[in-house]
């Protein structure tokens, strides 16, 4: 019996190749989509969850209130995981690790004395309790003690194989690390999953720190670096609103000053993933709101693929209510018939996941690329993705197919046989236009939040951040003695360059990644300012080389170490004066030790992106401090103004790596998660529109069958081609205007949640949703425009006949 529903549904399948391959074009695309949505979801919830301890693993991080607001950072100062151990000795485990950049790292071949260079982008200095807090696989070396001593380090597999060939060869060797110190191989991890926010593939001893440099007074509760975090495992009987409170009055003992301003508090690592407030070391955070947003379109997209198997399968009835009359008069049930019908919908189904399957495989590639992740596309080995697809078969297949089945088996045998069905009852008509309502609302949602979307993007890239980022390049440098002393030379040598506009060293560019906050005292005060500031440490030509402007004083005199500040006019702000004339001459005091007053007030520039408020800054002049090379560059002969750079680079730091960043393509990195975005949107648009516009087609296919004889009598009495079309037009017309009265005021509610993410923000005017109806009513005129057509050009006479 069931194999004869299914060699009759294939039957009509084939009979009604139109219909069928509609059916399945739309399908198999949402349901394509559906499935590389589920990839994504189910790639960014697994973050991390191979931990054992992931449930009662925290991280400390900074809240602080500040007039703005509160805001949060990762970083915590350095002296918090000793003191933690010390005041709260009942934790298991607590450790800090700290992410330096841009570390270049040398390799000696035993046999040739020949010397690889590397520049790793992410080092980490991690204490050995990091690797007792988290499971990581080791390949060799003693977990237990493989970072208790100083000048030790451990390379990922993948590392230690570029480094020496074969990991097995890495135990025991000496990597260089930035010119000056050797630090030995004391263990392999397994290459990390793509799915972690610790992407830990160079890890050196955290008490190296001491021989480096790299974190200066390390007992200072008054620095905060962002990248200076410390994780915890906290006992399963302390609660973490409890050592939240015991954080609280842990800040008082060590930072009383700011014990109403800076708070201590816990982040769940089981939440880091997630929270954008706070940034992590993969810069690979997914907030749930937007899991939930584009899994909430996925299975919109679903719905409407299904909406039109059930528009079309309504448009088929009357063309098959003599098959159901006759099926009926042979002794055919109501339940026989139904599941004949769910037979053919549950066809197309497996034919749409496979087609589904085959499109998702070859999108996967580019879906890669877009979001820099790396998605497995072996769908029937994972567990999940199996029942996935067993209940997309079983979901589409009563949703699509129940409501058309129980419409066409309750055809009245003898009215179907005399050809007297008509599906154009009120409740009908109802339903099939509310579906076409849903799927354009649908549609019309996506295509203003994609509208919405691009215009913050592009506000992002046109608007002004306070100085010139065009042809200026960033080189990183090393942090040895011998560097420092080559600097100058080189800084003379490069700006005599024909293609060399400017030369300027720093600790980072104007809007970097790269903070470092600290509090300060203003004016001979006896405490520490109610604010913290944002250090920038460069040399007085920072100023001219991109182009900032002073409101106030001047920039500061030519130094390699410190004599005079430069602020700008959040930081003027920040200390309640109202003219920045009135703070020039005023001093500032850091750490208690670097005291200089102030020569100058810049005009506010972005130093991060431009979702944040411009912080306080400081800017003084510390060559120990500077960490790149700012080269500006004339607009002429810019390749070759670069191979000369890269020569006397090279000439002057024989052992060293030169690579250099255009800087506007790194602020362009700021917004990358909002560039993505966009994409996704556009795509996810386009589909939903793609897919109701086959719904269009279904709905407009079912009125010309239906009104072929009102249609000829039109024609009959003089109507035009043009009144017909007007005829099938103006009903999608007015259904589409009724789907954006209901869109658009749900597009830009959620849309103003979204935008409120951003300090600097579009305010979404009234083009944006004449532009979306327009596009909404010429897409659906171009999408009726067809069928209309062939109905208006039937001759009136056959029409009528056949009626």
């Not at 997630?274 to 679903?302: A, E, R, W």
């Not at 026989?336 to 085959?358: K, N, R, Y």
């Not at 500031?533 to 991109?546: G, I, P, R």
């Not at 030790?593 to 002049?621: C, E, H, W, Y």
Request: aromatic share 10%; proline share 3%; net charge positive.
């Amino acid at each position: 019996m069931i194999k004869n529903y299914f060699k009759t549904a294939w039957r009509s399948l084939l009979r009604n190749k139109s219909y069928t391959i509609i059916n399945i074009t739309g399908l198999a695309i949402g349901i394509a989509a559906c499935l590389l949505i589920f990839l994504v979801v189910n790639f960014e919830t697994s973050f991390d969850n191979y931990h054992t301890k992931k449930d009662n693993i925290y991280r400390v991080i900074t809240e602080r209130h500040t007039p703005d607001g509160i805001k949060y950072k990762g970083g915590v100062p350095m002296p918090v995981a000793p003191a933690l151990r010390v005041d709260y000795a009942q934790l298991p485990q607590v450790a800090s690790v700290f992410n330096n950049y841009d570390l270049q790292m040398n390799v000696t071949d035993e046999h040739t004395g020949q010397v690889k260079k590397f520049n790793d982008d992410d080092v980490y200095f991690a204490e050995p309790q990091m690797f007792k807090i988290f499971d990581f696989e080791w390949l060799g070396g003693d977990k237990q003690n493989a970072l208790t001593e100083p000048n030790t380090v451990i390379l990922s597999q993948h590392v230690a194989e570029k480094y020496f060939g074969k990991w097995q060869d890495a135990i025991g060797k000496t990597v260089r690390c930035d010119n000056k110190i050797d630090l030995k191989v004391t263990g392999v991890l397994q290459n990390h999953p793509a799915n972690t926010d610790l992407p830990i593939d160079i890890a050196v001893s955290y008490s190296t720190i001491k021989n480096t440099g790299y974190l200066q007074n390390l007992a200072d509760w008054g620095s905060n670096l962002s990248a200076h975090n410390c994780f915890i495992i906290l006992p399963e009987k302390v609660s973490p609103a409890s050592f939240n409170s015991f954080l609280k009055s842990f800040v008082n003992k060590y930072k009383p000053e700011k014990k109403n301003q800076d708070f201590l508090k816990l982040q769940a690592f089981t939440d880091m993933h997630y929270d954008s407030k706070v940034p992590i070391f993969s810069g690979q955070v997914f907030s749930k709101d937007l899991i939930k947003t584009i899994s909430l379109i996925g299975v919109f997209l679903l719905v409407i693929a299904c909406v039109n198997f059930i528009n079309l399968a309504t448009a088929q009835a009357v063309n098959r209510s003599k098959e159901v009359g006759i099926r009926k008069v042979l002794g055919s049930g109501r339940k026989q018939l139904i599941l004949q019908f769910i037979s053919e919908t549950f066809i197309i189904t497996l034919i749409s996941v496979g087609l589904g399957i085959a499109l998702s495989e070859a999108v996967l590639p580019s879906l890669n690329n877009l979001l820099e992740v790396k998605l497995n596309a072996n769908f029937l080995a994972n567990t999940d993705m199996v029942l996935f697809l067993v209940g997309v078969v079983v979901g589409v297949t009563l949703l699509s197919g129940l409501y058309p089945a129980v419409v066409l088996s309750g055809f009245n045998p003898i009215s179907a046989l005399k050809n007297k069905i008509s599906t154009t009852k009120s409740s009908g008509v109802t339903l099939r236009r509310s579906l076409v309502v849903l799927q354009f609302g649908i549609a019309q949602v996506l295509v203003i939040a994609t509208i919405i979307v691009i215009s913050q993007l592009d506000h992002f890239k046109s608007s002004p951040l306070g100085f010139d980022k065009e042809a200026v390049i960033t080189v990183p440098l090393a942090s040895d003695s011998v560097t420092r002393l080559k600097l100058t030379a080189l800084q003379n040598e490069i700006i005599q360059q024909p293609g060399v506009q400017d030369f300027s060293l720093s600790y980072g560019s104007p809007s970097d990644d790269k903070n470092w906050g600290t509090s300060f005292k203003y004016n001979d005060a006896a405490e520490n300012a109610e604010t913290k500031a944002s250090l920038k440490w460069a040399d007085a030509e920072y100023f001219k080389l991109y182009g900032m402007t002073f409101v106030a004083g001047r920039p500061y005199i030519k130094s390699d170490t410190l004599r005079e500040f430069v602020i700008n006019e959040a930081m003027v702000k920040s200390l309640g004066v109202k003219d920045a004339k009135d703070v020039i001459g005023k001093n500032i005091n850091i750490w208690d030790r670097r005291v200089a007053r102030i020569v100058g007030v810049v005009k506010d520039f972005n130093t991060v992106s431009l979702r944040d408020q411009v912080p306080p800054v400081i800017m003084g002049a510390w060559k120990d401090q500077y960490e790149i090379a700012n080269i500006k560059l004339k607009p002429a002969n810019i390749k070759q103004t670069l191979a000369g750079i890269e020569q006397i680079w090279n000439r002057t730091f024989p052992d060293n790596i030169y690579e250099y960043k255009f800087l506007d393509e790194k602020i362009a990195n700021f917004y990358k998660k909002e560039d993505q975005l966009s994409q996704l949107y556009k795509i996810f648009a386009g589909i939903a529109i793609f897919i109701s516009c086959l719904g269009l087609y279904g709905m407009v296919s079912f009125m010309a069958v239906q009104r072929t004889k009102e249609v000829g009598i039109r024609k009959t009495l003089g109507a035009s081609v043009g009144n017909i079309i007007y005829l099938f037009s103006k009903e999608f017309t007015m259904l589409i205007v009724v789907a954006f009265v209901i869109a658009a005021p749900v597009a830009w509610y959620f849309m103003q949640q979204w935008l409120q993410g951003f300090t600097y923000r579009i305010t979404p005017g009234a083009g944006v949703f004449v532009l979306t109806i327009s596009l909404s009513v010429i897409i659906a005129w171009l999408t009726v425009g067809y069928k209309a057509v062939s109905a208006a050009l039937v001759n009136p006479v056959k029409s009528l006949k056949s009626e």
